[in-house]
Each structure stands twice: as structure tokens, then as C-alpha cells.
């Protein structure tokens, strides 16, 4: 089993920064795909990032791309989105996820979620 525990998470003004931490306790944590979804208020839950069990390979989706970086360090069973230039609109709770099948966008290709984190982005 895996259990994620996500972190980081807070209020910032348009164009700052967050960077987002999700702690795994699950072995062999090196071995799972790993991403990073969002939910806004009354939306479903969207894709952001993903990463495969090497860090090799990274993918997102366009809203955030050149403005959010996913990256993991396999030897403290950590995964991290780091968020640049944010915007009122990147406002949701964020979800780490992991699956032990290839990485993939679909929310429904991952079998481990932690509870998530808020991030709210002031105009």
C-alpha cells in the first residue's frame, strides 16, 4: 500500500510562487508513476502533471506548462510540483497521485491519492 501526504499549499498573490511536496510511506516508491491533479470549486477534478518512476520523463497539461515543473527524489519518497507565475484560475485543491502502471493523464489510471492541499491565488 501507499499512502500520500500532501503539503505546501497556501494563499499567494498573481505571479508568485508555490512549491507543492507529497510524501509517500509506500514501498517500493520508486517503482510508481507519480502525478499531480487539481479540483477546483465546482469543477472536475484536471490533470496537471505526471512523471514516470524514474523522473526520466515528465509531462503536463497545457494550461500549466512552462509555468509548472513536477519532479520526484526517489531516495526520500518524495514527488514536488513546483508552481511559477500562478494565476486565479491554478486556484483548486491539489492531489498528489501514484500508480504502479505506466503514467498516464487519466485520474482513473491511479490507484493511490493523497487528501490534498489548497492553493488559492489572489488577483
Known amino acids: 500500500q501507499v499512502q500520500l501526504v500532501e503539503s505546501g499549499g497556501g494563499l499567494v498573490q498573481a505571479g508568485g510562487s508555490l512549491r507543492l511536496s507529497c510524501a509517500s510511506s509506500?514501498?517500493?516508491?520508486?517503482?510508481?508513476?507519480m502525478a499531480w491533479f487539481r479540483q477546483a470549486p465546482g469543477k472536475e477534478r484536471e490533470f496537471v502533471a505526471a512523471i514516470t518512476w524514474g523522473g526520466g520523463r515528465s509531462y503536463y497539461a497545457d494550461a500549466v506548462k512552462g509555468r509548472f515543473t513536477i519532479s520526484r527524489d526517489n531516495a526520500e519518497n518524495m514527488v514536488y510540483l513546483q508552481m511559477d507565475s500562478l494565476k486565479p484560475e491554478d486556484t483548486a485543491v491539489y492531489h498528489c497521485?501514484?500508480?504502479?502502471?505506466?503514467?498516464?493523464?487519466?485520474?482513473?489510471?491511479?490507484?493511490?491519492w493523497g487528501q490534498g492541499t489548497q492553493v488559492t491565488v489572489s488577483s
Open positions: 509506500g514501498r517500493p516508491f520508486s517503482s510508481y508513476s
Open positions: 497521485a501514484g500508480t504502479r502502471s505506466p503514467v498516464t493523464g487519466a485520474e482513473n489510471g491511479y490507484q493511490y
